[in-house]
């Protein structure tokens, strides 16, 4: 429960610090965490569901662009404010690193299986993005 | 007499020039950028103008009876998004006749000139906040927060510093990462910090290109393949840059 609250917590100050770094305007940092914080949340309870690191990464990413769209919509600001900070928590960090680590260390399968694994995730955010503009696109034209 | 005067023609192409400049200059998606460009020239009565956007340059043509084609060089970007948000409200307000193009260009212009909204001690700082964040989201203690913390900044200010010193790009992230790597052995070698892998994630994190790697997936789907493809380059090459340097240190090191 503790390291729940603790994970939300710190994906809320980190999304919204990262908005900051980004200049995102004033009255937007706290949707910025908030979008921030749910993604890595749904990332969070999905890993520790044992599902695959690159699906939750699929769904998480997809959720965070879904809620971009819904602040930028609300708040008639462009949809990169919202969502680049979102998408930070799930760049495959550790994996790139542990790669790199192991190349640096001559374990160079360990570092290619790595460096695959942290590709495939890189994937699954650009993925993620396109579903939701893709649902986004066809809600748009089927009402007109 | 044709129903636009020269000086109208002059003055819609300079808006949409400037409009333009601006978007791409701060870190908009190329869609946006030339989207912005279109509705800002129809709303100044030019309803058939072209516009090409590429991360370096942008090249804007407008028809009718009078065609105009203008060209931009874009050398310095950065990331600034209030200035994508407020130009973006000067051009829906432009779109429903709420600015003529006179007030805009002024309005405009003082966006240009005005300063980031965040001071470079608070973004230093929360580089600083988010790198202790990460850790605690990759799973780290939290008595390693505060080291996590001091690396992360000083990373980030050095990154600051450098990008205004050295014009050169990729090198400001190759040495900043370099800064994190010597900082967190420092402080696993001296017991001020536990954990030396999570210490340099945590604190690598405010260097990683996230605008880049949004802004080329966006561009990629809308079909501007030359931005995308290039943004994609530049991110690769900056997450290289903090390989790199990480790698240096680490390999020091061992």
């Known amino acids: ?144 | 007499m044709t129903s636009h005067s020269e000086s109208h023609d002059r003055l819609t192409a300079e808006l949409c020039l400037l409009a333009g400049k601006i978007i791409l200059q701060s870190g908009g998606e190329t869609h946006r950028v030339e989207d912005t460009m279109i509705r800002i020239a129809a709303a100044g009565g030019f309803p058939d103008s072209q516009s090409y956007v590429t991360p370096t340059g942008i090249i804007f043509a407008m028809g009718g009876s009078n065609p105009v084609t203008r060209f931009v060089r874009i050398t310095d970007r950065s990331t600034d998004l209030s200035k994508v948000t407020l130009v973006n409200d000067v051009s829906r307000r432009i779109g429903v006749g709420d600015l003529t193009a006179s007030e805009a260009i002024a309005r405009l212009k003082e966006i240009e000139a005005a300063r980031v909204v965040y001071p470079d001690w608070l973004q230093v700082v929360s580089a600083a906040i988010a790198s202790g964040c990460f850790l605690i989201m990759f799973k780290g203690g939290w008595h390693d927060f505060f080291p996590a913390m001091l690396a992360g900044g000083a990373g980030f200010a050095l990154l600051l510093i450098l990008h205004r010193l050295v014009p050169i790009r990729f090198f400001a992230e190759f040495l900043s990462a370099t800064v994190i790597g010597g900082l967190s052995i420092l402080f696993a070698r001296t017991g001020f910090g536990h954990e030396l892998d999570l210490m340099i994630i945590g604190s690598v994190m405010p260097l990683v290109p996230g605008l880049l790697i949004t802004n080329a997936v966006r561009d990629l789907m809308a079909g501007h393949l030359v931005s995308g493809l290039s943004k994609g380059a530049e991110a690769l090459l900056t997450a290289s840059a903090i390989g790199a340097g990480i790698a240096v240190m680490l390999s020091a090191w061992n």
Do not use: H
């Open chain 1, 1 to 144: 429960m503790i390291t729940i609250l603790e994970q939300l917590a710190t994906s809320f100050v980190a999304s919204a610090a990262f908005g900051l770094i980004f200049n995102v305007p004033k009255r937007s940092l706290i949707q910025c965490g908030i979008v921030g914080m749910l993604g890595w949340a749904l990332y969070v309870v999905l890993t520790q569901q044992a599902i695959n690191p690159t699906i939750a990464t699929l769904l998480a990413a997809g959720c965070v662009a879904v809620l971009s769209q819904i602040m930028a919509k609300l708040y008639r600001m462009p949809i990169i404010v919202f969502n680049v900070s979102g998408i930070i928590p799930l760049v495959p960090g550790g994996l790139a690193y542990n790669a790199m680590r192991s190349a640096v260390e001559n374990e160079f399968d360990a570092a290619l299986q790595l460096g695959t694994q942290a590709f495939m995730i890189s994937g699954a955010i650009a993925m993620g993005l396109v579903l939701s503009e893709v649902i986004n696109q066809a809600i748009r034209r089927s009402r007109l």
